[in-house]
């Protein structure tokens, strides 16, 4: 009887503390059961120069936010770089490759429209905007792609326009575009606008945003759910308790989960 309900108490015990790590997990490793063509990241970066550099990797099919969230299924998207075609009798909407290299300039300038940066009430414009085109098939390329993050994001920057996709569903494509904010210092306040409206997205996906902002010395993350999100505020400054928690969080849950399952055991000699 004794060894039955200390047993039902170390039960409890152990889903006491799974639970208290689950709180505790950072939302990046959560983040890791969303596909890479369902997340966009964006790393804001100090420059060699001293100012301030961003890399924005995200699914093709958010560029085009404000026109799905105007458009009738079953219709033509009518949208700058947009080839309307049918695949097994299913409408789907490709990025024009040859627009693409027609006017590279272009398509970039499209592609940052709805995103804003402020600091001290004047918007900076985004300087010398490079991007690549990445065939959401071709993210098993290890040479390439090694799942989310800097390092993949960096690495698929040098891709060269001959390993572009042709006219790829816009829906399976990403996009990784750099670019610099020009006289703007790592210790400056950013104000990050995405004016984009929401738009209902393809049945089954689940979109999300991870920010990270690097500059001050101290990683400062976070995960917004959903294909739009609010005003971002990034700034440098010292760790906090929050900070503490997305750096560590998942060391924090392995140990937690140990001990649930020490207690456990002893209990039940």
């Keep these: 009887m004794m060894t039955v309900r200390f047993g039902g108490v170390m039960v409890n015990t152990f889903r006491v503390c799974v639970l208290f790590a689950l709180l505790l997990l950072p939302d990046t490793a959560l983040a ?32 085009y936010a404000n026109e799905l969230a105007n458009h009738q299924a079953g219709t033509e998207l009518t949208a700058p770089f947009i080839i309307n075609a049918q695949t097994d009798g299913q409408q789907v909407f490709q990025l024009d490759s040859q627009a693409l290299l027609d006017d590279y300039g272009a398509l970039s300038k499209f592609l940052l429209r709805d995103y804003r940066f402020t600091v001290n009430d004047t918007v900076v414009v985004p300087d010398m905007p490079e991007y690549v085109v990445v065939d959401g098939h071709d993210l098993a390329d290890l040479d390439v792609n090694i799942g989310l993050g800097l390092t993949s ?11 572009y996709p042709d006219n790829p569903d816009i829906a399976e494509t990403l996009i990784v575009i750099s670019f610099y904010l020009t006289g703007v210092m790592p210790d400056d306040t950013i104000k990050m606008e995405l004016l984009a409206e929401p738009f209902t997205p393809p049945e089954g996906a689940e979109y999300q ?14 995960t917004v759910k959903g294909v739009v999100f609010g005003p971002v505020i990034l700034g440098g400054g010292k760790a906090g308790i929050q900070d503490i928690l997305r750096q560590y969080g998942l060391v924090i849950f392995l140990v937690l989960i140990g001990s649930g399952l020490l207690i456990y055991r002893r209990f039940l000699r």
């Design 153 to 163: 994001s960096s690495s698929m920057l040098t891709l060269c326009v001959a390993d």
């Design 32 to 63: 890791q059961f969303v596909p890479e063509t369902e997340t966009r990241e964006i790393h804001i970066l100090k420059a060699e120069e001293g100012d301030t550099k961003i890399i924005l990797r995200f699914p093709l099919i958010l560029a």
């Design 209 to 222: 945003t991870i920010i990270t902002d690097y500059r001050a010395g101290v990683v400062d993350r976070m």
